[in-house]
């Protein structure tokens, strides 16, 4: 079976050799997607320090980010936002962060009109960037 590469124009760019996401029959798999901005180095809600060390973060700040990001590259395939199906969490602070990010995510997945995937959350000792949320999404494509 093939497959179709996914690049989004309006996505932050990968930070490593792979696409924003692929196509496989009528199955759309995204690559991790953080909260950072398209065309920079910022990372919403992350204060650094002089050596790139994570001084300080908000949460919620990232989580939105993560998950308009998440949102763009499915519409990107387009793809409906109720056509997601599975979502992977990945969390730096699982004990501090959860709350906050179970409560944002049911602002986007749950509820009526909204997805309701399935999902898991884990919890990682790091990510690639400084960051403490990564999602990992999977979606229904179109026809």
């Known amino acids: 079976m093939s497959s179709e590469r996914i690049d989004s124009t309006r996505a932050p760019e990968p930070v490593g050799a792979f696409p924003h996401a692929r196509r496989t029959g009528d199955l759309i798999f995204l690559s991790g997607i953080g909260p950072r901005v398209r065309g920079s180095k910022e990372i919403p ?9 994570i001084l300080d973060y908000d949460i919620e700040a990232q989580c939105r980010s993560c998950f308009d990001n998440v949102r763009t590259v499915v519409e990107d395939a387009g793809v409906p936002w109720t056509n997601v199906v599975d979502v992977l969490a990945f969390l730096t602070n699982m004990k501090d962060d959860f709350p906050t990010y179970n409560r944002i995510y049911a602002e986007y997945f749950a509820g009526e009109g909204n997805p309701n995937p399935s999902r898991t959350t884990i919890e990682i ?7 403490a949320i990564e999602l990992k999404v999977v979606a229904q494509a179109v026809g």
């Open 45 to 53: 809600g992350v204060t650094l320090g002089t050596d790139g060390e």
């Open 125 to 131: 000792n790091a990510l690639p960037t400084p960051i």
